[in-house]
């Protein structure tokens, strides 16, 4: 499995990106490191990176009610990194489609 999992295309993403239009959010492995975020990005998307954050989210306890009974589960746990790129640049995820 690669570094990026996928582009985190939100409405609460997308008004960040709106607001601030040179920061973007992935889901990213939970191992990765911030140097291995930034390389990847470069090179996927050949734009340069000045600065990753990122964030560790727990999985949370979910129930719900059916026909037979409460069915208890939990979400998985993720990382997310907001890539902030240089001035100018963009990156565009529906380019390909």
Not at 6 to 31: C, D, H, L, W, Y
Not at 35 to 48: A, G, Q, R
Not at 73 to 97: H, P, Y
Request: proline residues 3%; aromatic residues 8%.
């Amino acid at each position: 499995m690669g570094i990026i999992i996928k582009p985190i295309v939100t409405e609460k993403q997308t008004a960040v990106t709106e607001k601030m239009p040179n920061r973007f959010g992935f889901r990213v492995s939970p191992k990765a490191n911030k140097l291995e975020i930034k390389k990847t990005i470069e090179s996927t998307y050949n734009v340069s990176v000045i600065d990753v954050n990122t964030m560790n989210y727990s999985g949370k306890a979910k129930s719900r009610y059916t026909k037979s009974g409460i069915v208890n589960g939990r979400q998985d746990a993720f990382k997310k990194a907001i890539v902030t790129l240089k001035e100018g640049e963009t990156i565009d995820f529906f380019s390909n489609i």
